[in-house]
């Protein structure tokens, strides 16, 4: 009797369990596995293994491009909602995990050459990179604060170790500690701030805050937790006053690490910052645009006027960093107004901004490696000996600004005509501090640009210098998406793909 009852609650629990979606999650469980079968082929091969690590990790990220691509094909069928809309694959999703891939594909060629030729093991370097490329897949779907959160871990606990790579460099040591501490600080406020939200609506799918927030909106222990959460996102995206972690940190680390914290790790925290306001946030609207205005201006003023007076190409793009942070906080200054403009100008700006930071910076370690300097006046007479790689850098440099034809003027145009479009008040005069910090960070890139067209070499030495194949294919890869995105006005489809990044 026992064993038909219990036989029979089987098949009921085996009825009514949901299957899992097994293509949804495809790209996490690639990249999962991948990284567990690299760990063991390290700990089997040891230093015998070490030269195939590189190689491995690119092909894992490939591999995990896949799914997102056939996900994307089978588009009638998205939005994909698991755990009862905790995790969501869409469009939007789509394109985020394949701009984090593509990216960690970037840095792990620019790492290859660059930890190769330094004294530290360097298996383990691609196994952090590989979990914390993992945190921001998951990110990517999140629309749950604890997924949220745990995701926003395991982006920046394998960075913390990563900064501190170079263990014998006192700047690297600086890096890491200082990364560590007040990240460590940031999550503690951002938990914080989410445990009141969650206080508030019972519940932690940000579909379900964004509905029950709607009631009492205006409540003192809402406001706490909206800004408490807000706060610690600013930290992880560099925005001031909360961004002294960063020129350290950035000079400090590896210059391959540098890049994957300028691009993939800070979009990984707009992300985030992006689903909250959008999906948790909406009725908090009158709270969450001031802090955003004031935010957004702040960062983007600071991060430029700092940068004119740096002469360390490495600290002068941390602080170029900052303020393109900015910009992609401008935007949601005015979401109450026009959520879809919103979030299709700051994904855009995400994937022309990783393109033009990862290219900059990967024409800085080629540099490197003949001059042994990172000060802006290195860069003199760089085209007498390195042509090609001078034009990249030009084309860099010119997007950063936002000059047309490169893609960062179109990146620029999306996020004004977001603060544009309501004809509000705030977006108006948010798009006219955003136009002016334009002009001057004009003033620091161009003097990249004037040192290496038009003045000498520092020690007079105009010996070519040689590109490994890896830096020659990211530079390649970069400058073409630079360069195809700054037509995007001009080509319907590029304009339909980023029509599509909406949910």
């Not at 926003?152 to 690297?172: G, N, Q, T």
């Not at 798009?431 to 000498?456: D, E, G, Q, R």
């Amino acid at each position: 009797m026992l064993s038909v009852l219990a036989q029979t609650t089987s098949e009921v629990v085996e009825f009514n369990r949901p299957a899992i979606d097994w293509h949804a999650f495809a790209p996490e469980l690639i990249v999962l596995g991948w990284g567990a079968l690299v760990t063991l082929i390290d700990i089997i091969g040891l230093e015998r293994s070490r030269r195939f690590m590189p190689g491995l990790t690119g092909i894992g990220f490939l591999l995990a491009l896949i799914p997102v691509l056939t996900l994307w094909d089978q588009g009638e069928d998205l939005p994909r909602v698991l755990f009862d809309g905790a995790y969501v694959v869409d469009h939007y999703a789509l394109v985020l995990k394949g701009l984090f891939l593509l990216s960690a594909y970037v840095v792990v060629l620019i790492s290859t050459n660059y930890m190769a030729e330094g004294d530290y093991y360097d298996s383990e370097y691609y196994q952090l990179l590989a979990a914390s490329v993992l945190g921001m897949l998951v990110m990517s779907s999140a629309r749950d604060l604890v997924s949220i959160f745990i995701a926003l871990e395991l982006v920046s606990i394998p960075a913390y170790l990563m900064a501190a790579w170079r263990k014998r460099d006192l700047k690297s040591n600086e890096a890491g500690l200082k990364y560590m501490l007040m990240g460590v600080f940031a999550s503690g406020i951002m938990l914080y701030g989410m445990s009141m939200l969650y206080g508030a609506a019972a519940d932690t799918r940000l579909s379900v805050i964004g509905e029950r927030l709607a009631e009492n909106s205006s409540s003192p222990f809402v406001v706490i937790g909206a800004v408490f959460t807000l706060i610690g996102f600013a930290f992880k995206v560099s925005a001031v006053p909360f961004h002294t972690w960063a020129p350290d940190t950035y000079e400090g680390a590896p210059t391959p690490l540098t890049a994957f914290l300028a691009v993939s790790s800070k979009t990984a925290g707009f992300v985030g910052l992006v689903s909250i306001v959008l999906f948790a946030l909406p009725e908090v609207s009158d709270v969450v645009q001031p802090m955003m205005w004031v935010l957004a201006a702040a960062t983007m003023t600071m991060g430029n006027l700092i940068a004119l007076r740096q002469t360390n190409v490495v600290r002068m793009l941390a602080y170029s960093g900052i303020a393109q942070a900015g910009y992609m906080l401008a935007p949601l200054a005015v979401y109450g107004d026009v959520p879809d403009s919103v979030q299709s100008s700051i994904v855009t700006y995400l994937l022309i901004y990783a393109a033009m930071n990862l290219g900059a910076f990967a024409v800085v370690i080629v540099a490197a490696r003949k001059t042994r300097s990172g000060e802006i006046e290195s860069f003199g007479g760089m085209f007498r000996y390195a042509p090609g790689l001078t034009a990249a850098m030009t084309a860099f440099l010119f997007s950063l600004t936002g000059i047309p034809p490169m893609g960062g003027w179109f990146a620029k145009f999306q996020i004004f005509n977001a603060l544009l479009e309501p004809g509000s008040f705030w977006g108006t005069t948010l798009a006219i501090v955003a136009a002016v910090n334009s002009v001057i960070a004009a003033f620091y890139y161009l003097n990249v640009a004037k040192h290496m067209w038009f003045l000498p070499a520092p020690d007079g030495d105009h010996s070519p210098v040689r590109v490994p194949p890896t830096l020659a294919a990211a530079i390649a890869m970069t400058l073409l998406f630079t360069l195809v995105s700054g037509l995007a006005l001009l080509v319907p489809d590029i304009t339909d793909f980023v029509e599509l990044a909406n949910p």
